[in-house]
């Protein structure tokens, strides 16, 4: 019923930049939480960034100052900027999102490499 579909990934050098979108479709209420996870090889997943639907956002603090999350309602979309991106950034990308009384969604997934 809930589609999440993911673009924006790539490989740059480091340095470069990539804006990734998540557009939400489907059964859908009111998304209370949008928001990034990624998973380096290796690594356990972890939270990237997320905002409320009020527009409250928080970041991981390695990403602070370089990455920006933004939401649009209107389009259920959720989007993350990132600039100066750092090869520590290279992982596997997820959206989430949280609707009340419903378990989490994650998208896909999506790629993103930072090498030179």
């Known amino acids: 019923q809930v589609q999440l579909v993911e673009s924006g990934g790539g490989s740059v050098q480091p340095g470069g930049s990539l804006r990734l979108s998540c557009a939400a479709s489907g059964s859908i209420g009111s998304i209370n939480l949008m928001g990034w996870y990624r998973q380096a090889p290796g690594k356990e997943r972890e939270l990237v960034a997320d905002?409320?639907?009020?527009?409250?956002?928080r970041y991981t603090d390695s990403v602070k100052g370089r990455f920006t999350i933004s939401r649009d309602n209107a389009k259920n979309t959720v989007y993350l900027q990132m600039n100066s991106l750092q090869p520590e950034d290279t992982a596997v990308y997820y959206c989430?999102?949280?609707?009340?009384?419903?378990?989490?969604?994650w998208g896909q997934g999506t790629q993103v490499t930072v090498s030179s």
């Open positions: 989430h999102i949280a609707i009340p009384s419903h378990a989490p969604y």
């Open positions: 905002i409320f639907r009020g527009g409250i956002t």
